[in-house]
Every structure is written in structure tokens, then in C-alpha cells.
């Protein structure tokens, strides 16, 4: 297959010099230019750089047959009954794999990622809150060590000496310097986290962890893993085979016995912040779990319940391990369609109805297309971002309260958003996946009043449809098209109305793409985070808001293939409480040679949703420093971070913290 995708990709690489700006100190001001050629390479065929760039695509499937062109949704007045509980709009959010940590939110405390602020700040804007879980296996053999044993102001490092395990994951040591990195995080955009306990070893817990983030992350700390995946721990050699769910029970007894006496969590808070038991569907059921009285046992303890699920795995390829390799193309329409979403939910419907007469939420902790890294052409397209948004109302609509969709490093397919490698950061942007607009969506679907409650209407297999309602009216209606048919044949309406009155005209933003296959490039509202390396973590391009007229019928098209939001409150729905529009992190087209934007974080640590446009990001010119060469601009402003973009590209800068 061509490299057309690629091509596109590198074409837009910058040819010109690009500049960083950093501010250390309000008065100071270091201003380096880098001058970089990049060099071109690789094509499809012969690819053999990383899982996160790979730009080999897939046929789409086939257009299925019988497919009803049109359906109605008629909504009653108030919510009917079978809708889910009231769902808020940090629903979807992220799980950061604690080796990666230092990719993905940044360097340590005082050299943060920007686009990673950015792209955080998006959903921010939108639910009011993000929930980050830093964590996975990587945080099983994580020791807490001084500052001062990891050289060059890092705040990991992997002791590559220790690799065991199907996932090969090293053994990690980190300093609390990644806790103070997360709380100055969350000092700008509302980032609320997950951590997880070592569990491994048992007597004694390793409980550094809770002490660190207890003391520096307050209540930006809101839940502590009780083991990860221990129906795992005899396959992956931590446990003898007879460990049962009784085994774990009496293990989470013992911690809270040791955390108790521990005194790392002076006032008891960190004890009743724990989750689990995050079970990966590896011979234990949830229900096994629960039969222990573990919900009862540890009612004071748990913050949450959790389950983990991918619906496959691709760990054949990713790490040889002589089982059958799963062909990409064999699996996509697996992904394409509702039923992989109710089928994979199913046996937990019990378990959140459990959950909910014992008071309790319960998350997906992680998930994503596939362990092990994903698929290349199935987990970094278009087609992901359809399933991921699916898959989240799904679990909405299924009494979850939330799930997290995993990221790795450079070696996987699967990643909502990807860092670029570190030697090549002066040049490179970040890379936005599927799942990103996932999340994104997903944050407006529920709004930011935490009064969603979400109806599937159950339609069509590749035309599925949500209703959300709001403060006990329906706001909103999800309508899906996993189709792909260029000739327009399969594009399908939604024939609204509403009981209450059907509006005259309603607001829709489209998630699109020309096919499911697309790698890049997708538009949500028209505006998009790019292809491989080209994004600063802000939507770029003007944002395209549809009205549709009404005449007693809202008829809604999507597209083959497709996602349509409408807002059936019209456009005045999209500015009141359904979280800010995207205008506020308009791109910066200017047309000299260096742009800038900044963010203001007094202002992003305020941003709850309710943000205007004035809100947030400014181009230079409105807010400090000017363009190339300018040095004088951020005497007595706020601490920044700047962002100065070359050509089309926005360059890598760091937050530098103010002394
Ligand atoms: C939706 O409305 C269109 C236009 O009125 C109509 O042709 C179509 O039959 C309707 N669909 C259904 C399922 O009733
Ligand atoms: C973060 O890294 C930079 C660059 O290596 C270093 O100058 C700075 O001191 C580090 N910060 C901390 C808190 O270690
Ligand atoms: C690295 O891991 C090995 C094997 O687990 C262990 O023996 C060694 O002490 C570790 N080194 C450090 C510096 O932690
Ligand atoms: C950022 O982290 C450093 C630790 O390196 C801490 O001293 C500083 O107070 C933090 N800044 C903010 C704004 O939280
Ligand atoms: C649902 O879960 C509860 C608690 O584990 C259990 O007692 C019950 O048997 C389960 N019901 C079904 C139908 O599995
Ligand atoms: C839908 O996906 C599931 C797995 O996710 C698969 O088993 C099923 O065959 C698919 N259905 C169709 C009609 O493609
Ligand atoms: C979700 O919970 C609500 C409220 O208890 C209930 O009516 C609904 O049937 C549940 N949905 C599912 C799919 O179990
Ligand atoms: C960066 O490092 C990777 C892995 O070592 C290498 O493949 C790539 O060519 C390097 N990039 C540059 C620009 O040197
Ligand atoms: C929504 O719930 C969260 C806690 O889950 C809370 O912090 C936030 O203030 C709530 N938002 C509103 C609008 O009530
Ligand atoms: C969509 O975005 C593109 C790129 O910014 C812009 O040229 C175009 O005018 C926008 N379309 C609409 C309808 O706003």
C-alpha cells in the first residue's frame, strides 16, 4: 500500500527554524532558537520505526446489507425509565503507564508538557475535570527513591536489569519529585488522580506511595489501586496457584492493618480512598469477589470498585509469545459495530448493580482496543475513535462511573496521545490518537453538570443511538455511523422529535473522517489535532457548529462513516452549561514566521466548564511576549508557558517553574 498518509505527514514538517521560548523567572527570559532539518524516511512497506508512527492502513470492512437508511427518536418529557444513573462529564478519562510518566506529563515538577496541559485543558473546558490514573504494571515493582539517585533532574528510571513477565515491564524507581509534577499539574488544569499500591510484595507493603501523594497532592489525590489485575498474579508468576479471591481479601486486610500503623497517612484519609479490585476477566468474576464481603468488609475503605477489560489482545506480536498472531484486518469489524459493545458489558451489569445498593461507583480502570499495545491500523484510526465513544456511553448507559483508556509509550499502537521521542522533541509535536476525540466527545456528550443519564436506543448494529438527558430532561442525542460508504448510500437519519415540543432548530457537531480506516486528520466541529507529530495539544482549524431547522422533525444525517452530537437545546446549549466551545483554544494562524501562543495558568487553574472564549489560550500579542527576538514582554506578567510555533508547526516548550 502507498504511503499516502505518510507522505501528507512529512510534507507538513517544518523546513524552516523553530524557536522556543521558556520563561524561568518573571523578569528573565531565555530565548533559543534551534534550527532543524528534519529528514524524511521510511515508507509503508518498508516501515520499521515505532508502533506510535506506523503509518500502515487497512481496507475498511464491506458495506454491510439490510441497514435501515433512516430511524426516529421520539423522547418523551423526563428521563424513561432504564436510563443510567446520573453520570458526570469526566467520565472517560486516561490511564498513564507509570513508566511513561516522564514521556507524557513531562520531564519532573518544573518541565511539564505542554501540549499535554493543552490537550487536558480541552476536556477541562468541556466536563470541568479530567481523572488521570498514573499507573499499570509498571507501578507493581515502583520504589520511591531520594531525588538525588536519579541522575539529570529525572524523576524514573528503569532498572532494565529486573525485566520479567509477559509485558516485560521493568522494574521502576521514581522520586516524589513525580508527585510534585502531577500536583503542579493540577495547580493548572483540574487533573484529579489515581495511584497504585506495589502489591507484589506483600509483608511488608511497599506504602511510600501513599505517604508522598497524601502529603503533596491533598485532594487532587482521589483513588489508590488496591492491586492491579491479582487475577493475574499466578499467570504472571507473583502468586502460587491456589491464590483466590480470599487470598486478595485477606491481603487488602493487611494493608489497611499496616497503612493504619504505618503513619503515612496521618489523618485516615488516604484509608478510605482505596479501589478494586480491578480484576482483568482472568478466572475470577467480579462476582467472586464480591461473595468474599469484600464491599461490606471494606465499605470505609473503598472509594470505588473496578474491574479491567480490553476486549483482545495483541500480546502474540507485540512480544512473541507463540501464540496465534491476530490479524489486524481479520479483527477491524470487530470493533465496528454496537454488539462488541454490549456483549463485552454484559457480564458486569450485574456487578454495577451490585455496586449500586452498596453505595459504591464502579470504573473500568483501564481499557483500550486491545492489550498489549493495540493493532496497528485498528487502534490508531478513526474507526477507534467510533468505538471508543460507543464504548464509553455504553459503559455510561451501563452504570459505570467512569473509564480510563490506557496510554503507553512509543512502542504501541493504541495511545490517545503520544509525546515524540526525546531526541526529537526540538522539532516534533506531539500525536494525537482516536481515543483523544474519544474523550473529548465523550466530555460534551455529558456535560458538566453531573446530571447525565444516558438511554441506548438500541438501534441498528452500525447505526447505534444514544439519548442523554440533563437535569431530568433529554439535552442530547449520539447517533453513530460505523459504516464506510463513500457513494452516500449508507449515510442514515435520525427522524427527532420531542414530546415537550420539538425545538425549531437544533445545534450538531460532527466527529468525521472519510473512512474508518483513516489514520489522522479527524475533525470533531471541523477542528482537529492533526496527523503524527503535528499537534501542540489545541484543536486547529474554525470550528463548525451545524443548525439544523426543525418543522416538527429534527432530521439529523450522519455520514458513512460518522458521529453526530445534537444539542437539542440548540446553540445556546453549547455556551450555557455544556461546557466551554472549542473557539477558546483557537489556533494561532498568524502569518509571520513565529507565532505564540500562551496559557495563563491562574486562568486555566479556574477553568470548570464554564470558560468563554476570552478564557484560557491567547495568541502573544494579547497577553506578552511578542514575536521572534522579542524579550521584554513578560516583565511582571504571570508565570507562562510559551508556545512558539515555526511554519505549521507549534515547537516543544516546557513550563519552567518561577523561583
Ligand atoms: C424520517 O423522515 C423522512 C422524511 O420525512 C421519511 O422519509 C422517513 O421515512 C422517516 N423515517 C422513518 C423511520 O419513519
Ligand atoms: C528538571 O530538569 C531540569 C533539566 O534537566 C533541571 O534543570 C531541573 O533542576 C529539574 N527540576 C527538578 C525539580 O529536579
Ligand atoms: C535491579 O534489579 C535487580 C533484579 O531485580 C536487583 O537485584 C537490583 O538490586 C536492582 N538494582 C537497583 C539499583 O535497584
Ligand atoms: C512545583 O514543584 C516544585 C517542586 O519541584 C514545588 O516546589 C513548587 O511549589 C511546585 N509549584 C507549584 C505551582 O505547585
Ligand atoms: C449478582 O451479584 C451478587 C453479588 O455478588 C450475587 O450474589 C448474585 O448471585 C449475582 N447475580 C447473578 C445473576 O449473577
Ligand atoms: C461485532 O463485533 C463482535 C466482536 O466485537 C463480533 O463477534 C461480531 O461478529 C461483529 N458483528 C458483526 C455483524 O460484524
Ligand atoms: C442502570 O441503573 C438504573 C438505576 O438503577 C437502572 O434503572 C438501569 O436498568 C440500569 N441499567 C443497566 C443497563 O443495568
Ligand atoms: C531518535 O532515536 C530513534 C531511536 O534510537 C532513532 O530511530 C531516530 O532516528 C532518532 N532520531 C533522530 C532525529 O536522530
Ligand atoms: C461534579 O462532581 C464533582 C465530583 O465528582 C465535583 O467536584 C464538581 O464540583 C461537580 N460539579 C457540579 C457542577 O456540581
Ligand atoms: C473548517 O476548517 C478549515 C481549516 O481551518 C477552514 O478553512 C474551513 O473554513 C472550516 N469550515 C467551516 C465550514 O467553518
Redesign the pocket.
Known sequence: MLPTLFLAVVALLPRAQASITVYTAPNQIIFTTIGVTPTASASTGSYTGVQAYNPTTLNPPPVPTGVPTSFNVDLEEGVPAGASIEQTGDFLGFSVEMSVSNQVLGK???QLQVPFLNLMANIVQRAGSVRIRVGGNSQESATLVEAADIPDGRILQKNLTGVTGTTQTPPLEYSN?LI??M??IS?LVNVKWFLGIPWFVTDPFNLAIIGAADAILGDKIIGYQAANEPDLYFAHGHRPSTYGPFDYFGEFSDLITQLASSGLDPDGRAATLMLGPSIADSGWTPEDVWNTGYVDTYNANLAFLAVEKYPTDNCAAAFNTGATIIDPQTVFPDFLNHSAHTALLEPYLNSTSFAQTKGKKMLMFETNTASCGGFGGVSDVFGAALWGLDYGLQMAYSNFSGGLFHAGGQNVFYNPFTSPPTNESSFHQWSVGPLYYSVLVMAEAMGATNTSRVLDLQQNEFTPAYAIYENGQPARVALFNYITDPTGTSDVTANITLGSGTPTSVAVKYLSATSVSQKGYYTWANQTFGGFFESDGRPMGTEDVQTVQCDGTCQIKVPAPGFALVFLGGTNALTESKGAPSETYSTTKLTKSVNTATINPSVLATSNGHGGSADGLKVNNELGSTSHGSANAAAGLQPMMLLVTGSALVVGAMLV?RS
Do not use: E, G, L, P
Open positions: 519532573n515538577s518544573t519529585d510534585y509534577m500536583s503542579n495547580n517553574r
